[in-house]
């Protein structure tokens, strides 16, 4: 809110009246320390192993690999990746009171064909000297990836530019699914579902089945993708990521179809009517 070219206030004065101290205005926020991003790496890889690991389980495996890290400073990275262990957990928490908190749609609901449900998340990536968010919307029942948007912060609006894209490619989903968090309840979000006719599902807190579909996804696409080198700049893993998910919908084989693609389920297309191969992706 702090304008530095406004022609009759000054920055001291801006500050002032905003109640804000000048020292926060002018604070740079420091990245995480080398070490801390590779105990971060080390943090998600262990979590995609093992996602039942708490944050006193990881500290002990961590300690077991020679990394000296305390309880706090393992509780601290991991809420800061947005990892949280999969178990059932009270519900101790409040959500924002702004955000609404809409019912799980899909308990006893058969999902048979596209469209008939989305769902959507957002994962951790680790870089050489950073890290990013990325977040995903799915179609349930084809499992095809139908768009996804990078972000440095975990906040909404990229969250936002990804269910918008998808819908003005694929149309509005029957049901939109996801978790509680503050990005996906979020006013903007909710509208957009809500001016498509899409009826809105949340997960129960703690209830990590609820969107283990999504949860699936973020393996394959770390390991074949993410790990295999160290991405140094934000569009190199943006590439990246746009090679792996055209590999994933439209060539990589899923178990779960007999070996179709899940674009060709999505379109209803037969095994031969796939478009061509794309290309591979570059290095870091």
């Known amino acids: 809110m702090v304008d530095k070219c406004h022609p009759s206030l000054s920055i001291r004065r801006q500050c002032y009246l905003l109640r804000l101290k000048r020292s926060t205005f002018y604070h740079q926020p420091l990245g995480e320390s080398p ?70 749609l899909l308990r006893g609901l058969s999902i048979t064909r596209p469209n008939q449900v989305w769902c959507a998340d957002i994962t951790y990536l ?30 909404a609006d990229f969250c936002e530019s990804a269910l918008e894209e998808a819908m003005n490619r694929y149309g509005a989903p029957e049901i939109f699914n996801s978790e509680q ?37 973020w393996r394959p696409l770390k390991y074949e993708c993410i790990y295999l080198r160290e991405w140094e700049t934000g569009n190199g893993m943006r590439w990246a990521l746009a090679w792996w998910f055209e590999f994933y919908n439209a060539r990589r084989p899923h178990f779960a179809f007999d070996g179709r693609k899940p674009m060709e389920i999505y379109h209803g297309l037969k095994p031969e009517g796939m478009p061509p191969q794309a290309c591979t992706p570059r290095a870091a």
């Open 181 to 217: 968090g503050a990005q996906f309840a979020s006013y903007g979000f909710t509208r957009t579902l809500r001016e498509a006719g899409a009826g809105i599902s949340m997960d129960g807190r703690g209830r990590w089945m609820d969107y283990v579909m999504i949860e699936l996804l």
């Open 126 to 155: 680790p870089m050489k000297r950073s890290y990013l968010y990325l977040a995903a919307i799915m179609d349930w029942h084809s499992r095809a990836v139908l768009s996804w948007r990078l972000s440095n912060i975990m906040d």
């Open 35 to 104: 070490d801390t991003l590779a105990l971060m790496r080390r943090i998600d890889e262990l979590f995609m192993e093992m996602p039942l690991l708490g944050n006193r389980q990881m500290r002990t495996m961590l300690r077991d690999e020679g990394h000296p890290a305390g309880r706090g400073r393992v509780r601290r990275l991991m809420r800061k990746m947005g990892l949280m262990a999969v178990y059932t957990k009270p519900r101790t928490s409040k959500l924002h009171p702004e955000h609404k908190v809409y019912p799980y």
